[in-house]
């Protein structure tokens, strides 16, 4: 259950995230979100000096309403998350443009929000970077990931109801940094828009199926029985059935 709500938020922020010492504040200054400390000093996304508990931002807030624009979460590199900001990939209606898409649907389970401008998407998953990556141009918008040394801005409006704890998606991150820093702009391990799983992707597809399924306690047997499902009707080739149990033992979904 997540704590309780800051002003101008909608809910408030994951246990995850709130239990830990890595929050400030943050104003508009010509257009750019400058972080405070709760003395009203600057704080620093470089120095854990700076930050301060989720209760005392929150009360920070609460007193001066006015005076801040809002909390910020600081990625740092002795915690295990990773964050993915996807910048203005909502149209004005709030509905997901097509280059976004797929990044959204992998990333659902974990926490994520709108942001302040109302058009873009803040991702938190758990797994590490080869290194913080500044904004790639995307169809119309962009994509930045970090894991250290910056700050999201936290608004508390889950997007679509997204679940309130931060998941581990360790592989997808790596995937995705190294898909950007090559090149490639899209998310190459969706399934299709017919839900059909192309053959070459749908071993990684039914992996990614099973980790996720067993990170929210599903029983093993329930999870052989999905993925047996999603083989036989949804995999352009379906593998050997005895395959799904090795991919299953691969998750430790057997423990």
């Known amino acids: 259950m997540s704590l309780a709500t800051m002003p101008g938020m909608t809910s408030g922020a994951p246990d995850d995230l709130a239990e830990r ?5 943050w104003r508009y ?6 972080p405070y400390q709760v003395n009203g000093r600057r704080a620093s996304s470089t120095d854990p000096r700076t930050w301060n508990s989720y209760a005392a931002v929150q009360a920070a807030l609460w007193a001066h ?9 600081v990625f740092w590199e002795e915690d295990p998350f990773a964050g993915i900001d996807a910048d203005d990939c909502l149209d004005d209606a709030g509905n997901v443009k097509p280059w976004a898409q797929g990044i959204l649907m992998r990333f659902s ?5 709108i942001s302040p401008s109302g058009h873009g998407v803040k991702i938190w998953a758990r797994g590490s970077l080869p290194s913080n990556l500044g904004k790639v ?10 894991s250290h040394s910056r ?3 936290v608004t508390g409006r889950a997007f679509r109801g997204a679940p309130p704890h931060v998941e581990d998606h360790a592989t997808d991150l790596l995937l995705l940094h190294e898909g950007l820093t090559a ?5 190459a391990h969706q399934p299709q828009h017919d839900g059909r799983i192309p053959h070459g992707q749908q071993h990684f597809t039914l992996v990614s199926l099973a ?4 990170r929210r306690r599903v029983c093993p047997e329930a999870i052989l029985a999905c993925l047996l499902e999603v083989n036989q009707r949804q995999c352009e080739k379906p593998g050997p059935p005895e395959n799904i149990g090795r991919i299953i033992r691969s998750t430790r979904g057997w423990e």
């Open 151 to 153: 700050f999201f801005t």
């Open 137 to 146: 141009l995307v169809g119309d918008g962009g994509l930045e990931m970090y």
């Open 29 to 34: 200054e010509r257009d750019t979100k400058i």
């Open 211 to 214: 980790g996720t399924l067993r």
């Open 109 to 113: 389970d974990s926490y994520c929000e």
């Open 21 to 25: 010492d890595q929050w400030l504040l």
């Open 183 to 187: 090149g490639r702009r899209g998310w």
């Open 65 to 73: 309403p006015d005076r801040y624009d809002g909390a910020g979460f």
